[in-house]
């Protein structure tokens, strides 16, 4: 069974361009969750999303947004970057949007900002 | 001040050699405590996952405990491998919510 897929692996923008992040969950996941990693804040949660609907939104500006698809396909987007945006961003899966929810995460998104 | 304290940030060991990480929470109430490893460049990988009334959880050379009472948890790791080197993250969620508090990692390097 295929993994979590992400895509691009890498990105490198401007300040003030907006970019879109692609995450393919394995196959039968109906959740998905987003997470940003840098060196100085560690890993924060973005947002999640379950059957289309976004269940969970961690502590970031309105510049983040997601959505997921039918098919459980999710993309993140990110306008007007700031240098700050500069991060590994991680998407990771799972059957269920409990709690208790198995994870399963993507390689990431490294997203350099210019 | 962040919910989840992990210590010591790095550790460096022998390979062979036992080791023990620490996770520290103020997260209250909260639903399940996990352990992920990380490897450089990689996505995290979950080790455990325990909800508040489990003591302890086991997979394979890796064993975390926790004590919801003192809300502290230990991801102890027995005869360490290379392949152990990683970053190590404790994670804490809320109930209802789901919000999820990580921990900064522990890096821990195994050497030969």
């Known amino acids: 069974k295929a993994g979590v897929t992400q895509t691009p692996r890498y990105l490198i923008k401007t300040r003030g361009q907006q970019v879109t992040l692609s995450c393919s969950p394995i196959?039968?996941?109906?959740?998905v969750s987003w997470y940003q990693q840098t060196p100085g804040q560690g890993l924060q949660f973005l947002f999640e999303?379950?059957?289309?609907?976004?269940?969970n939104k961690g502590n970031f500006p309105g510049r983040f947004s997601g959505r997921q698809f039918s098919n459980s396909r999710s993309e993140m987007n990110v306008s007007t970057l700031e240098l700050g945006d500069s991060a590994l961003y991680l998407c990771?899966?799972?059957?269920?949007?409990?709690?208790?929810?198995?994870?399963?995460f993507g390689p990431g998104t490294r997203l350099t900002v210019l | 001040k962040n919910q989840v304290e992990q210590s010591p940030q790095s550790l460096i060991i022998l390979e062979g050699k036992n080791c023990t990480l620490q996770?520290?929470?103020?997260?209250?109430?909260?639903?399940?405590l996990r352990w992920y490893k990380q490897d450089t460049g990689r996505g995290p990988v979950s080790l455990t996952i325990?909800?508040?009334?489990?003591n302890t959880k086991s997979n394979g050379r890796y064993t975390a405990t926790l004590d919801a009472d003192t809300k502290q948890s230990s991801l102890h790791i027995t005869a360490s491998q290379l392949s152990d080197s990683a970053s190590y993250i404790c994670?804490?969620?809320?109930?209802?919510?789901?919000?999820?508090?990580f921990g900064a990692g522990t890096r821990l390097t195994v050497k030969p």
């Open positions: 994670v804490v969620s809320a109930p209802r919510t789901g919000d999820m508090r």
């Open positions: 990771a899966s799972g059957f269920s949007g409990d709690s208790y929810n198995e994870q399963f």
């Open positions: 196959s039968g996941h109906r959740s």
């Open positions: 999303y379950f059957s289309e609907t976004q269940r």
């Open positions: 996770c520290n929470y103020t997260v209250s109430p909260f639903s399940n």
């Open positions: 325990m909800t508040f009334s489990e």
